[in-house]
């Protein structure tokens, strides 16, 4: 979903700063002003907020504080109606999905301390890019969007509460050292900064089939990248390398990819192909599916594309199931202290 914000990007703190906080580790940006909260207006629909220049055109930043932890399930119809609109149009970013940051934090496998930022975080800032109704500009350049996002999150992660950069669009968490050497790399070689913007995940679809896949992509207006195969003929160190070699060829050559299309990948075995309407794994959205040419066998499943809706229905029950375990788990704990 677009809504009124393009892009989205987010910082994990311990404590929530001040305005004027943020104001000083963002002075080497122009501010053009700040909005005050709107009377009685619920958190969820923005508060008091700095107001940056936009490098892409006529656009504005808006950073503000929500001085509470992230709101993964996105809210409810009946127990969280504002929440649950505030998220449906967009409020939080054009492509943030429940369960995002619990699988960003299960998923960062460039960074296994970040299930504790996940953890440890008690407010986030917010960092909102908007064009206003009418959208980007003609010519719109997502990338220097989300790198002029990308350079004030940097800034925001020199505060001592900070925890963690997190890019719910991508599913991507990583800790201030790494986006100041992506940022520094980027400034060097001019290679833009996918690893801060995107993820990639492992997951099985199958007792032998594995899914790889990318997220993130989508807001560079690509497809995200999956890969299907068998356990047992590639690691998962060799599919994490392709797919983000072919993340960073479709960031460069633009949505290029076709079914019946011939990619190369590991072990000099030719991937095809396949187009998704849907991909295998939240959140939804569409895919370039990459299938190996082995000689293996493949399930309905991997060459499936199924509807929005369940893909939606599959990843909100799950989302649901996990926190029911996790609610069963802390009375059960409870129960424990109280019997010692």
Known sequence: MQGLFSQSAYILVYKAPTLD????????????????????????????SLVFDHPEGPG???????????PDDMGDPVQDPVLFAAWSAGGFGPAVFPGNLERAGKQAWVWRQASGAVRSHQAFVRLRSTFGEDGPPEGHDPKAELLFLTRLGAAVLSLQTSLAWFDPSGEAMRPREFVDQALAYHAAEGVP?????????IGRLT????????????????????????????????????????AEYVADAGDVLSTGDAVPGPKDVTWE??????????PPRATVRLLPEDGSERTRQVLDARPMAAVIEAAQAEFARQQQAETQVAAALKADDGEG
């Not at 504005?60 to 992230?70: I, M, N, S, T, Y």
């Not at 690509?222 to 070699?245: G, H, N, W």
């Not at 192909?273 to 939240?282: D, K, P, T, Y």
């Open 193 to 201: 900064p996918l690893d801060v913007w995107t993820n990639v995940r």
């Open 207 to 246: 007792d032998d089939w594995i899914l790889m896949d990318t997220v993130g992509l989508g807001q560079l207006g690509l497809p995200d990248i999956e890969a299907c195969f068998k356990s047992e003929r590639y690691t998962f160190e060799e599919v994490d390398t392709f797919l983000r070699q072919v």
């Open 21 to 48: 906080e943020l104001a000083e580790v963002l002075a080497d940006f122009t501010l053009v002003g700040r909005t005050e909260a709107p009377p009685d207006g619920h958190w969820a629909l923005g508060g008091a």
């Open 273 to 282: 192909v396949l187009r998704a309407e849907q991909g295998l794994n939240a």
């Open 60 to 70: 504005r930043v808006l950073v503000d504080v929500v001085d509470r932890k992230w």
